[in-house]
Nanobody
Framework: QVQVAESGGGLVQTGGSLTLSCAASGRTYMIRNFGWFRQAPGKEREFVAAVRWHDGASIYESGSREGRFTASIDRATDTAYLQMNSLRAEDTATYYC????????????????WGQGTQVTVSS
């Protein structure tokens, strides 16, 4: 299996930036894609971004966060990142990292292992 641990969350001001990290461990050679999701209080989990492991190709959910979030990977450290800029109050949520070990298309948005989440709070 693959273990996933998010970090880097915290409290930021509106317009600020934050970078989340997703460290994978265990059988990391099985990783095919990383995905980022978030869940706000009282809301369902929503897709944020995904990165293809072998070449770093990324996709993003259309919406208010388009152009503000950048997902990337560092294969050498088995770590994925989510750079978030121009943060807004609506970005407040628990952010989750997930790993696909099957090799699905990154548009499939299906993942096999999930982290516990890291809280991002944007104050207005």
């Amino acid at each position: 299996q693959v273990q996933v641990a998010e970090s880097g969350g915290g409290l930021v001001q509106t317009g600020g930036s934050l970078t989340l990290s997703c460290a994978a461990s265990g059988r990391t050679y099985m990783i095919r894609n990383f995905g980022w999701f978030r869940q706000a209080p009282g809301k369902e989990r929503e897709f944020v971004a995904a990165v293809r492991w072998h070449d770093g190709a990324s996709i993003y959910e259309s919406g208010s966060r388009e152009g503000r979030f950048t997902a990337s990977i560092d294969r050498a450290t088995d770590t994925a990142y989510l750079q978030m800029n121009s943060l807004r109050a609506e970005d407040t949520a628990t952010y989750y990292c997930a790993v696909d070990t099957v090799g699905r298309d990154i548009m499939a948005r299906e993942y096999d292992y999930w982290g516990q989440g890291t809280q991002v709070t944007v104050s207005s």
